[in-house]
């Protein structure tokens, strides 16, 4: 820079850290009745979901037992994965 005098300069020092990661949880395994309907949602937070049955979306429903796997990315592109069995 150009200051009255001549030139100046300085330095500044710039820490970056990534956010805290958003909580991920199913919660428990869940059990299901016949014609009973159980509703999964991994949480907001997250910028792209995956889940077992390739479903991108925040949330699945089933009526079928069986394990369900939820795979999870922030805006850092960092992943967590969680599971439940209903």
Same mark, same amino acid.
């Given at each position: 820079a150009q #200051? #009255? &005098? /001549?030139e100046a300069s300085d330095t500044l020092t710039v820490t970056a850290v990534n956010p805290p990661l958003p909580p991920l949880d199913l919660g428990p395994d869940a059990a299901i &009745? =016949?014609? /009973? $309907?159980v509703t999964l949602d991994a949480g907001p937070g997250? $910028?792209?979901?995956?889940w077992s049955n390739n479903s991108t979306e925040?949330? $699945?429903t089933t009526t079928e037992? /069986?394990?369900w796997i939820v795979e999870t990315w922030d805006v850092c592109d960092r992943r967590q994965? =969680?599971?439940v069995f209903v």
């Open positions: #200051a #009255a &005098c /001549g &009745c =016949d014609n /009973g $309907v997250f $910028v792209r979901y995956r925040r949330s $699945v037992p /069986g394990w994965t =969680d599971s």
